[in-house]
């Protein structure tokens, strides 16, 4: 008897590997997620992301004019909300960094206010990536101070890849902490429809290489185009078996229950 339910089970492993479509067979490995990073003020491509059509992931900038209410049009649609930080970068003008935006030279006392303060003004933040950054997150007392800061209030951490010498990996994972990483950007400010497709091709054939495969794009000058784009490359990207998360869908119990106690408390 015990024989024939080994042969039976062998049987049904060999059947499943042999002949399961890749579309179930690899279902873990088909979720991607889409980060659209700049939100809070009055640009161009805020008004069709928020409609809530394609499931994105909105990253609001914190002590901008529409901050909050962005936040909560962005919630109420269906969408995933997270803090996109401003970060210091190595180079640039400082009027990209965005209002109270988080240098090197600040202490520590100065960055937990300015994180508390971004926290309070994105109600429904599951989650935080960097905007800029390419100095702030080589920086281990400031990265470290962000790691706490995810840590203490359940968020998870996405990195947004703007230098390749990141602590945030590494310090999220000594804090066992959920941090992702963005793999492709999507837009630049020149990009077309046509060249955001394209990148959605890319990020389709390049998917299945990685576990957890986030791609950003943006809102701003060509936030038009990058929704246009996103949305005529979705079809490829179905095609191909994927299906669009929110990467919270990735994360432990502790992430939910900071969606629950965020969701219920607004
Ligand atoms: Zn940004």
């Given at each position: 008897m015990a024989v024939n339910i080994v042969t039976r089970t062998v049987c049904l492993l060999i059947f499943l590997v042999m002949f399961c479509p890749n579309t179930i067979c690899d279902a873990a490995n088909k979720d991607v997620a889409i980060i659209i990073d700049d939100f809070g003020g009055n640009v161009k491509g805020v008004d069709a992301f928020l409609q809530g059509d394609i499931p994105v992931t909105v990253a609001i900038m914190p002590n901008m004019p529409y901050t909050t209410e962005q936040a909560i049009a962005a919630h109420e649609n269906g969408l995933e909300v997270i803090i996109h930080l401003p970060l210091e970068p190595k180079n640039g003008k400082a009027s990209w960094l965005g209002p109270n935006g988080i240098t090197v030279d600040l202490s520590n006392e100065e960055i937990n206010k300015r994180l508390r303060e971004a926290y309070e003004q994105i109600p429904y933040a599951v989650g935080l990536n960097n905007h800029m950054g390419s100095k702030a997150m080589e920086d281990k007392r400031i990265v470290g101070l962000i790691v706490e800061f995810a840590k203490t209030n359940g968020l998870y951490l996405v990195d947004s890849k703007t230098t390749p010498h990141s602590v945030m990996p590494e310090l999220a994972l000594k804090a066992q902490i959920p941090c992702f990483e963005n793999k492709l950007f999507l837009d630049d400010t020149l990009s077309t429809t046509q060249q955001v497709q394209a990148k959605m091709q890319t990020f389709a054939a390049k998917?299945?290489?990685?576990?957890h495969p986030i791609a950003i794009g943006h809102v701003g000058v060509k936030g038009e185009q990058t929704y246009a784009g996103i949305k005529a490359g979705l079809p490829h990207l179905k095609k191909q078996g994927y299906k669009l998360v929110f990467?919270?869908?990735?994360?432990?119990?502790q992430i939910e229950q900071t969606l629950q106690k965020r969701n219920g408390n607004k």
């Open positions: 998917g299945n290489m990685h576990q990467p919270s869908a990735w994360t432990n119990s």
